[in-house]
């Protein structure tokens, strides 16, 4: 009875918070699992309805793909996307799910092609009326090899498709059938429709860091798409690619930091737009130091200003990034507080490079097992997820007024 009235009084004064500049009210909500869960993802879409999916593990290693929709202030009962015995889950390469068209939804998982650790296929897989029931499942590339396929961005696209970004380690298998070939992961996409049927495929970069997740949005132009790439010096730093009018543009640089590592850092950039205006964030360790950057863009992602350093402690990446309609840009990540425990951290930056306090949302693991936080923005509110690490595994889910970051 006092816990219920306890989440009241909490929601009261979450929803009169706007009239409180110094409100910096955070807001637990229950995420409905059942069983073991892990790799939580969220997502708004342009009827700014939110979707929250995660993976469940049962007693029989079953794996289940499950999602809720925000309704009233709460995430509603579990509905049942896919399962699979032979899926990949893995901390870093987590499934999503993504709206688009009318009551349509996209989602994705990794399911094992064969017995090495690392060969696995992306499955995609439709709904055409918002989740009740689902399509059959299919794979977006058709190179059969059994090699690395994951790390999968999904955007809308404005006629009834979506688009799907994925890394694609297929080059590994060529090389060895042919010395002329380099063993390196390549960067492909393509559109699909509502059933699923292909409408375009693209080879984007033919060199990219092996296993860091990539992030897509779509501006004003069409969609731009942010990943980490890897030169011949094993410079790792992020890149980003646009489609306008149907064509791919060459890979650039969005900063050049020159950050020299012989192995991939399992993390990956994230991108957001708002109008006219793109921001993009990144880890980096370039000079043996971990930072967090971002870069705005005030033209679509044509170019981009110098970038600004937002944390100097001890991160650890794992980032995400929203933008509010004044163009300022939100950013998650993952941190060390000052006795080295994981911790996750919000900060709010401006254009003209004014950053506010860090907000300390949570304690984490910085173990893999705490994955990905992730978040998106609706009303001035942020709706974060993330996973608590126990036995066994938890989803955690909050709100987290903008004020909070003033």
């Given amino acids: ?69 925000l309704e009233n202030g709460n995430w509603s009962e579990a509905k049942s996307i896919a399962k699979g015995k032979d899926w990949f889950v893995n901390w870093a390469d987590f499934p999503s799910i993504t709206s688009f068209g009318n009551d349509n939804l996209a989602a994705h998982f990794l399911d094992k092609s064969a017995s090495d650790t690392y060969a696995y296929d992306v499955k995609l897989i439709t709904s055409n009326n918002n989740g009740d029931t689902w399509n059959d499942a299919f794979i977006p590339h058709h190179d059969g090899t059994n090699t690395e396929h994951g790390f999968v961005s999904k955007l809308a696209l404005k006629d009834d498709s979506f688009l799907a970004v994925w890394l694609d380690g297929r080059q590994n298998a060529y090389a060895e059938l042919d010395s002329t070939i380099a063993k390196q992961m390549t960067l492909r996409s393509g559109t699909f429709d509502a059933k ?16 860091c997740q990539t992030d897509a949005a779509m501006t004003a132009e069409g969609p731009i798409v942010v990943y980490r790439n890897r030169s011949e010096n094993e410079e790792r730093d992020t890149y980003f690619l646009k489609n306008v009018n149907g064509k791919w543009s060459q890979p650039k640089a ?5 950050w020299v590592i012989a192995g991939c850092p399992v993390n990956g950039p994230a991108v957001a737009t708002h109008d006219n205006a793109v921001v993009a964030v ?4 370039a000079n043996n130091k971990s930072q967090v950057k971002l870069a705005f863009s005030k033209d679509n992602g044509n170019t981009f200003d110098k970038s600004i350093t937002i944390d100097d402690t001890n991160p650890l990446g794992r980032l995400d990034v929203e933008m509010l309609n004044d163009n300022s840009a939100i950013i998650s990540w993952m941190d060390t507080n000052s006795i ?8 709010r ?5 004014r950053i506010t306090k860090p907000y300390e949302l949570s304690g984490s693991s910085k173990s893999r097992s705490s ?4 978040m998106v923005l609706k009303d001035d509110l942020i709706y974060l997820t993330w996973t608590h690490v126990g036995t066994p595994l938890s989803i955690k889910s909050a709100i987290l007024n903008t004020k909070a970051l003033n």
């Fill in 1 to 69: 009875m006092l816990k219920s009235i306890y989440k009241s009084l909490v929601l009261i004064g979450l929803l009169y918070s706007c009239s409180d500049a110094n409100s910096e009210i955070v807001q637990y909500l229950d995420v409905p699992f059942e069983l073991n869960a892990s790799e939580p993802n969220i997502h708004k879409s342009k009827s700014d309805d939110l979707y929250l999916s995660w993976i469940e593990y049962d007693k029989d290693s079953i794996s289940h793909l499950k999602f809720s929709t």
């Fill in 196 to 211: 699923g049927n292909s409408l375009t495929a693209f080879l984007l970069d033919d060199r990219v860091c092996d296993c």
């Fill in 254 to 258: 969005i900063s050049d930091d020159n």
């Fill in 282 to 285: 990144w880890f980096t360790m």
């Fill in 340 to 347: 080295g425990e994981g911790v996750i951290k919000l900060q």
């Fill in 349 to 353: 930056i401006f254009q003209d490079g």
């Fill in 371 to 374: 994955g990905f936080p992730r």
